[in-house]
């Protein structure tokens, strides 16, 4: 993702899309989740009522939390890349470990160091693992095969 993806949008509409997209992420894996948690909570012949009422009381609550969460980072991210002026992975673990730490902010400074640090090599391990899946299934670059030199015909 950092290295070097030039197909994003610029910094001010990525942490929009970004915001949208974690939030979109977080309401339907949190519909799945809570839709099954409500169902198997439910007594026999309403179960799909109280899925359906988890899924409305708790959904939407859970794809805010990624959204701020996903805001938050990408924010962090472009200021990271604007003072660094660099595209590398350390700009995302950069930007994790403050994530963190702000969400964290006001269980007091501790939690919000051990949350960051958390955070800081959650991203690390994410990172990690692109620049290895990247260089594992790079396509190796063709070298180019010079023609044989002609033998010159010998002159008698």
């Not at 012949?45 to 609550?61: F, N, Q, T």
Request: aromatic share 8%.
């Amino acid at each position: 993702m950092s290295h070097g993806d030039h197909s994003r949008d610029p910094c001010p509409y990525v942490i929009l899309t970004d915001f949208g997209g974690a939030f979109s992420m977080g309401a339907i894996g949190g519909g799945i989740w809570h839709g099954i948690k409500g169902a198997r909570n439910s007594p026999r012949g309403e179960r799909l009522v109280g899925s359906l009422s988890a899924i409305k009381a708790r959904a939407p609550v859970l794809g805010g939390n990624f959204g701020v969460w996903g805001g938050l980072f990408s924010s962090y991210d472009c200021a990271v890349k604007g003072y660094r002026q660099k595209e590398d992975p350390w700009n995302a673990i950069i930007a994790g470990f403050l994530t963190g730490g702000s969400l964290a902010i006001r269980a007091g400074p501790r939690s919000a160091f051990g949350s960051a640090v958390g955070c800081g090599i959650l991203l690390g391990v994410f990172e990690g693992v692109g620049v290895l899946m990247n260089r594992m299934f790079a396509q190796p670059i063709p070298q180019m095969q010079l023609p044989e030199q002609a033998a010159a015909p010998a002159v008698s």
